[in-house]
């Protein structure tokens, strides 16, 4: 089926609370896009963020950020009243501004669970029971983790007390019994995530969008998952990693990039069928219709770095769980839509990996005019249709930033060639070239349709400072919908 979407994660939605939410602006946002002609709105990880405010870095790989949830749902439900919403910081326009945020917000949902606890929402007492059931795998653990989180002031679980740290049953239950006030918020949060985002997903399903979501491969140290499951991951008595995960060094970075996340313990997740593994999955399928494999090349082999090391210049590459993973996934979730996110080193083994389960992989057109006609992100080089093509993703400068300041005078002067233009509009010269190519379906960042420089960038890989923060100051504008939809028509990639 060819197809088209946009890329935008939900902090970037527009709105007046600071950081984009589930709320209206989400589902006019996917109205538009059904207005529009496309199918897919693909998002970031949905996860709980912390320090760096970095979604491939959260406190849990199963749990909802609860700053997207939305006050308006909020004041609809009357666990909000208006004058909660005043005063409020002074947001900037186009940015959030997490430190300003993040108080305001968690204080909007203290108040919120308080009127919850005096009955103000009854009808959503027995919906919150049912959630709790639903998700008591991970729920539990995730509150408690959260909960002891704030008690130790933000501290990492590995600088709790030993009887935490290690969990040991009568320190867990003294835990449960003193933090039951703090975990219970924890659970109406994620309850009020999983409501507020099903019925975006249901909003968006009658029109026919459908959702793309992230899957990282690696999770954060400091996270309840972590936590709760140690011995399926690489760690010392003390709970610190041993080795590390990153990328070796390239053209781009001569030390690599070292990104510190714990490596598993594959053998340990084998022995257990994957059970963790396919239950992150499954979780994530309840929320999305299609999963982005980040960082695929790990399941074929993954660059091992010891925790000691300052740089990831000193990593060696080791077997990851290849297709015996792949294969229990396709046994337990039912071939399950996935997209294998197939950047940096390729090797053939990635690409044998790829091609055994008939997986999508991702062409990005920023990569495509540096080295001649035989550059395999050039849509004349893909081989058959199961691609997804991006003009460029969360990760790059967005087309016009690229244009203006990475790509050298030889990439411009083969890109006119190649593109058959002047340069002048390269954004939408791009979100043509991928629309009209084989690739089944075709991804744009919003900052590509709306033509904006690298003040829009989403992230600088290998910075820990200054990401994630760029929003949309308004909704698109007529004309770029109208644009996106003519050519959905002339490529083939509007619904029928």
């Not at 199963?62 to 006050?71: C, K």
């Not at 959260?146 to 290690?166: F, N």
């Not at 996935?338 to 790829?354: F, H, K, N, Q, Y």
């Amino acid at each position: 089926m060819r197809a088209s979407g946009l890329l935008l994660h939900i902090t970037s939605l527009p709105g007046p609370y600071g950081i984009g939410d589930l709320g209206p602006e989400a589902h006019a946002f996917a109205a538009d896009l059904a207005r529009a002609g496309c199918t897919f709105w693909q998002v970031l990880p949905l996860g709980p963020t912390g320090y760096g405010d970095s979604p491939y870095q959260t406190f849990s790989a199963f749990a909802g950020n609860p700053y997207l949830i939305s006050p308006d749902d909020l004041l609809r439900l009357g666990l909000l009243e208006a004058a909660d919403l005043q005063p409020r910081p002074p947001f900037p326009p186009g940015r959030v501004d997490y430190a300003a945020l993040i108080p305001w917000k968690q204080s909007l949902l203290r108040r919120a669970f308080a009127r919850f606890r005096e009955g103000r929402a009854p009808r959503l007492e027995a919906e919150m029971a049912a959630f709790r059931r639903q998700h008591a795998a991970w729920l539990d653990d995730f509150a408690l983790f959260m909960a002891l989180k704030a008690a130790h002031r933000g501290a990492a679980w590995t600088a709790w007390p030993e009887p935490l740290r290690a969990r040991q049953p009568q320190a867990l239950a003294q835990a449960r019994q003193s933090l039951a006030p703090a975990m219970e918020q924890v659970v109406f949060e994620q309850f009020l995530f999983f409501h507020q985002w099903g019925a975006l997903r249901a909003a968006a399903a009658a029109q026919g969008v459908r959702f793309i979501g992230d899957a990282p491969i690696f999770v954060a140290h400091d996270s309840a998952d972590v936590w709760a499951h140690p011995e399926l991951f690489a760690l010392d008595d003390q709970g610190n990693p041993t080795v590390v995960a990153g990328v070796p060094p390239d053209y781009f970075s001569p030390t690599g990039q070292r990104w510190g996340n714990p490596l598993y313990r594959w053998d340990a997740h084998r022995e257990q069928g994957y059970a963790w593994w396919l239950a992150r999955l499954r979780t994530l399928l309840s929320l999305v219709d299609v999963v982005r494999l980040d960082h695929f090349r790990g399941f074929a082999a993954y660059w091992e770095i010891p925790a000691q090391a300052a740089t990831a210049a000193q990593g060696r590459w080791v077997a990851g769980p290849g297709a015996a993973f792949l294969a229990a996934v396709r046994e337990h979730l039912g071939d399950p839509p996935l997209i294998a996110e197939d950047l940096g080193l390729i090797t053939p083994e990635v690409e044998a990996l790829r091609e055994e389960f008939g997986l999508p992989g991702m062409k990005v057109l920023l990569f495509a005019f540096g080295s001649g006609p035989d550059n395999p992100f050039l849509p004349h080089n893909y081989q058959g249709v199961r691609w997804v093509v991006y003009t460029g993703t969360h990760d790059n400068d967005t087309a016009v930033g690229w244009w203006q300041t990475r790509a050298t005078p030889a990439e411009r002067d083969f890109a006119r060639q190649y593109l058959a233009v002047d340069g002048h509009d390269i954004a939408w010269d791009l979100i043509r070239a991928a629309w009209r190519s084989v690739a089944m379906w075709a991804i744009a960042p919003v900052q590509d349709v709306l033509s904006l420089d690298n003040g829009a960038r989403m992230n600088y890989p290998s910075t820990s400072s200054g990401n994630w923060a760029w929003r949309m100051t308004e909704r698109l504008p007529p004309s770029a919908l109208a644009r996106l939809e003519a050519m959905n028509t002339l490529y083939g990639r509007k619904p029928h």
